[in-house]
T-cell receptor, first 118, second 109 residues
Framework: GAVVSQHPSRVICKSGTSVKIECRSL??????MFWYRQFPKKSLMLMAT?????????EQGVEKDKFLINHASLTLSTLTVTSAHPEDSSFYIC??????????????FGPGTRLLVL | EDKVVQSPLSLVVHEGDTVTLNCSYE??????LLWYKQEKKAPTFLFML????IEKKSGRLSSILDKKELFSILNITATQTGDSAVYLC?????????FGQGTELSVKP
């Protein structure tokens, strides 16, 4: 149980284009999903918290107009990197927290999306 | 400022060795401490600790939390090459997780 998928797993795009990444909880409902960014040899940096049916909460320093988050259902959240630039190249990981488990802090992670902007 | 600090940052051992990974934290509104294992892709959940002094075990892995001294340890006994990974410690704070830098463990045959 507690499987989270992400699509695509890898994407290469040209500078200036937008890229959408999907995060799905496959076998549980997730009222809350999280988006992280991870640089090589570094830990996970929380970008935003996505709540189903409401606006995402962004961490300090994260541009909400650049990283658009939509959480339209209890099993799907999307992150759109708008007008991507080479400095946006990174590993993006989503996680989901079940609305039903007793361990409410536990987050289950997707396999990540490696974005390369040329 | 909230922070989670892991040590050592990297560790190289031989198969069969026992290792201890450390995680200390200074986080307001502490709710829980979690350990994850990250291999090539996303972190996989290992343990969640909320109470001091209660050891959690899963096979060769075990972990314990000390809420007075604000730290946790993750022990791996009889290490195997498959244990090679980055081990992440995270502290739950009001629904969010604050991650440490991770400990990169390399187990040599």
């Amino acid at each position: 149980g507690a499987v989270v998928s992400q699509h695509p797993s890898r994407v290469i795009c040209k500078s200036g284009t937008s890229v959408k990444i999907e995060c799905r909880s496959l076998d549980f409902q997730a009222t809350t999903m999280f988006w992280y960014r991870q640089f090589p040899k570094k830990s996970l940096m929380l970008m935003a918290t996505s709540n189903e049916g409401s606006k995402a909460t962004y961490e300090q320093g994260v541009e909400k107009d650049k990283f658009l988050i939509n959480h339209a259902s209890l099993t799907l959240s999307t992150l759109t990197v708008t007008s991507a630039h080479p400095e946006d190249s990174s590993f993006y990981i989503c996680s989901a927290r079940s609305s039903q488990t007793s361990g409410r802090e536990t987050q289950y992670f997707g396999p990540g999306t490696r974005l390369l902007v040329l | 400022e909230d922070k989670v600090v892991q040590s050592p940052l990297s560790l190289v051992v031989h198969e069969g060795d026992t290792v201890t990974l450390n995680c200390s934290y200074e986080v307001t509104n502490f709710r829980s401490l979690l350990w994850y294992k990250q291999e090539k892709k996303a972190p996989t959940f290992l343990f969640m600790l909320t109470s001091s002094g209660i050891e959690k075990k899963s096979g060769r892995l075990s972990s314990i939390l000390d809420k007075k001294e604000l730290f946790s340890i993750l022990n791996i006994t009889a290490t195997q090459t498959g244990d090679s990974a980055v081990y992440l410690c995270a502290v739950g704070q009001g629904g969010k997780l604050i991650f440490g830098q991770g400990t990169e463990l390399s187990v040599k045959p």
